[in-house]
């Protein structure tokens, strides 16, 4: 079978997670045995990539769109929703390549009318959602700003949206809360949904920490973009304010808009480590080296690939109490602290140090779907 895979940013242009888990599931699909080929954007600036699956570029400006102003963002964000020169252009790549089946991601900077034109094409589709970008322009919600989703701009988005994306065949979500985000306001009457975990990030990996009683030092690692919905910022300062606790120490793995604002805030504090970004197996290497995992997120994330990796380490996590994070933390037996709140966050990393032996000498479950890409591929047979 072809399959086309769809997701707006892929590597080298990766920023998130949903762009891992499109990655897996293209590796999956051709350890199955299907032909897949990808299409996703780029920088009009950038050259295109040689690069395994055969891929499709689309220029676009979502990569760098937080270096334009508001205002520019505001009418480019109209404009994602009705751009018909991005939406013919991968009509004629589908026309061209004639898949089988498509599998969609976030869509944002390829133009929603994508669906129209997979809809027009009578091809088969699922659609993976990954955030809130169909329910507001900025794919994102804050703690105690949730009412940003229900203005009457929002609302006018929303109904578009609704009626350009319709109801493709399958809908899958890695959380229940996203899944009912949409199902609420009226969204994919008519589709089939499917709530599963995001793909596996990496097998159970076997490591023997000891669990002493008399242990001294404790190392927090965070990793993630340096951006403001992350609660990087967030984070530090409440490292500061522990900052006299000389055994308490936080690294920081990512890169963002944030950080030169992130640096000088951790300026005094010797306790916390900047190592900017990683690759896949850098990442891997530092989860093995900390205690805990700290999950600060302060907008509502659906399911953050970061803790399906700390799982596979047996990485105990502290997070948000937020969206799909609680699914996911709750189902880790890991440690929720109320969003945006340094006081419940500092008792909770002190209950984490008293309680070290007994986290450390639990075996955790493993959060992540094996079968990822099967599994779709059997929904995808029922729904139709």
């Known amino acids: 079978m072809k399959v086309a895979v769809i997701n707006n940013l892929y590597k080298p242009y990766q920023k998130g997670g949903a762009e891992k888990v499109a990655e897996i599931t293209i590796n999956q699909l051709q350890s199955l045995g299907h032909q897949v080929f990808l299409v996703t954007t780029k920088p009009s600036s950038k050259k295109e990539e040689n690069s395994s699956p055969k891929t499709y570029y689309i220029n676009s400006k979502y990569y760098n769109l937080k270096d334009y102003s508001y205002t520019y963002r505001f009418f480019w964000q109209i404009e994602n929703v009705f751009n018909t020169r991005k939406a013919l252009r991968l009509r004629r790549i589908l026309k ?99 709530i599963l975990d995001n793909p596996l990030a990496f097998k159970k990996v076997e490591i023997k920490k000891e669990a002493t009683e008399d242990k001294q030092n404790y190392n927090f690692i965070f990793v993630g973009q340096i951006e403001e919905h992350k609660g990087v ?30 640096q000088e805030l951790a300026n005094n504090n010797k306790n916390i480590i900047f190592l900017g970004k990683k690759n896949g197996e850098e990442v891997k290497n530092e989860l093995l080296k ?89 929904e995808i047979k029922k729904a139709i």
């Open 96 to 194: 061209k390549e004639k898949p089988d089946l498509i599998i969609s991601n976030n869509l944002m900077g390829l133009s929603f009318l994508s669906f129209f034109v997979i809809r027009q094409l009578k091809i088969k589709h699922v659609h993976i959602l990954h955030d809130v970008q169909l329910i507001h322009p900025s794919g994102l919600i804050f703690y105690r700003k949730e009412k940003i989703a229900d203005t009457l701009a929002a609302r006018i988005y929303q109904m578009l949206n609704k009626k350009i994306s319709s109801s493709p065949d399958l809908i899958v979500s890695p959380s229940k809360w996203l899944l009912e985000k949409h199902l609420r306001r009226g969204f994919f009457r008519k589709s089939k949904k499917l």
């Open 233 to 262: 910022i967030f984070l530090i300062k409440t490292f500061n304010r522990i900052k006299n606790k000389e055994n308490i120490k936080l690294t920081i793995v990512g890169d963002g808009s944030l950080m030169n604002e992130a």
């Open 290 to 378: 900390h205690d805990c995992l700290i999950v600060p997120s302060l907008c509502y994330e659906n399911s953050p690939t970061v803790i399906y990796e700390a799982s596979a380490f047996n990485l105990p996590v502290i997070a948000s109490d937020l969206g799909g994070i609680s699914e996911l933390i709750k189902k880790y037996k890991g440690i929720l602290f109320e969003a945006k709140n340094s006081h419940d966050l500092i008792n909770k990393i002190d209950y984490f140090c008293s309680n070290f032996s007994k986290y450390i000498g639990a075996e955790l479950p493993q959060i992540g779907e094996e079968k990822y890409a099967e599994k779709i591929l059997e």
